[in-house]
């Protein structure tokens, strides 16, 4: 399966700034995913990114807010833009191929704490 | 709708097993999957059944699938003290995950 390597792991930010975390993959990925976890809470995914085009967003969230790059099939950036003390969160990076039955493969995390 | 529920905690002794639950409502579901959480870190990917089985066995990994009322089930076997962890179900909905709420594993001695 694909290793992924994500940064920062960790970061305390000031409200009203913004943060850009990314993703790199060791091998060509036709899936990846940008999800949030919430302290104590499951995995909501944000957006689907997609190679060479705007991101897919789930409901309740916006380019404005978390843009997202995908220049290419191994690296994509998820930006948290304006942060307020709510953004402070776990965000991972998740990848697949598409098949399924492999299951998709999820980065460390960035462990984000805007104060 | 797409929620994916699980009880939040379940506490057992080291040695004995365990069965974690999991409901769907989802039926339309290609593949669902079990990933463990351990504190502080990524999601591991323990398991996953396609939606045509009604079980899979890994070694001490045992799933459960019944389709007819949206249940899944992970029980290991010879439950350890590292097996302590968050369990999350996830269903396949397209190309995304549904995640369920989570269960918080506790093994103790």
């Known amino acids: 399966s694909a290793v992924i390597s994500q940064k920062p792991s960790r970061d305390i930010c000031q409200r009203g700034t913004s943060l850009t975390i990314q993703c790199q993959v060791d091998s060509q990925v036709t899936m990846m995913f940008w999800y949030r976890q919430q302290p104590g809470q499951s995995l909501t995914l944000i957006a689907t990114a997609n190679q060479g085009s705007e991101a897919t967003y789930e409901s309740g969230f916006v380019i404005d807010k978390f843009p997202i790059s995908r220049p290419n099939l191994t690296f994509s950036t998820l930006t948290v833009s304006n942060m307020s003390p709510e953004d402070s969160s776990i965000y991972l990076c998740?990848?697949?191929?598409?098949?399924?039955?492999?299951?998709?493969?999820f980065g460390s995390g960035t462990r984000l704490t805007v104060v | 709708g797409e929620d994916v529920e699980q009880s939040l905690f379940l506490s057992v002794r080291e040695g004995d097993s365990s069965v974690i639950n999991c409901t769907y409502t989802d039926s339309s579901s290609t593949y669902l999957y079990w990933y463990k959480q351990e504190p502080g870190a990524g999601l591991q990917l323990l398991t996953y059944?396609?939606?045509?089985?009604d079980m899979k066995q890994d070694q001490r990994l045992t799933v459960l699938l019944n389709k007819k009322d949206k249940h899944l089930s992970l029980r290991i076997a010879d439950t350890q003290t590292g097996d302590s962890a968050i369990y999350f179900c996830?269903?396949?909905?397209?190309?995304?995950?549904?995640f369920g709420t989570g269960t918080r594993l506790q093994v103790f001695p």
């Open positions: 996830a269903e396949r909905n397209t190309d995304k995950l549904i």
């Open positions: 998740s990848v697949g191929d598409g098949r399924g039955q492999e299951g998709y493969t």
């Open positions: 059944i396609f939606s045509n089985m």
